[in-house]
């Protein structure tokens, strides 16, 4: 929900009970609240909700935006570039345009994320492909043909391979 004041700015409000909720594989839950179109493109803005058998993300990067990760609860795993984090809760990282990245909750944990895209993307689509993948309503071949509209160029990593294999 967007409401505009006298002045012509938009304040979003996004109810818990109104929030679209998508599930992208085992154990992984993705909240939307804002996506760009409702707030003029500045962010983007969804809660990830990682059980211990979450698979995560595949390593990849953004040619356009920052991806922000404020880590409410539990631990999560991230690959920065050729760094490997773990954060724990009130954790906050910024990862720039062009780093290939990847996060899942560390290993024997779970994670409660709020993660950010800053310009906003109009990435909502994405996340409704990736639950009709998980449905097998779409197919993964749809996931990498959509790679220049959602800007997520997909890039391999043996250190992020190596440490979801270890745990």
Do not use: C, K
């Amino acid at each position: 929900m967007t409401t505009t004041d006298l002045n012509g700015q938009a304040a979003v409000l996004v109810r818990a009970g109104q929030a679209e909720r998508l599930t992208d594989g085992p154990g992984s839950l993705i909240t939307l609240f804002a996506d760009s179109d409702s707030t003029g493109g500045v962010l983007t803005s969804n809660r990830a909700t990682l059980g211990r058998e979450a698979a995560g993300t595949p390593v990849h990067f953004h040619t356009r935006a920052t991806e922000f990760f404020f880590v409410l609860d539990g631990a999560l795993q991230v690959l920065a570039g050729e760094q490997l984090l773990t954060l724990h809760q009130g954790d906050f990282l910024t990862v720039p345009p062009r780093l290939p990245h990847a996060f899942a909750p560390a290993p024997g944990a779970t994670a409660d994320v709020l993660v950010l895209f800053s310009p906003g993307m109009a990435r909502f689509d994405y996340y409704r492909l990736l639950d009709r993948v998980n449905r097998g309503e779409a197919s993964p071949a749809e996931i990498a043909a959509s790679s220049e509209r959602y800007d997520n160029h997909y890039v391999d990593s043996p250190i992020w391979r190596e440490a979801r294999a270890a745990g």
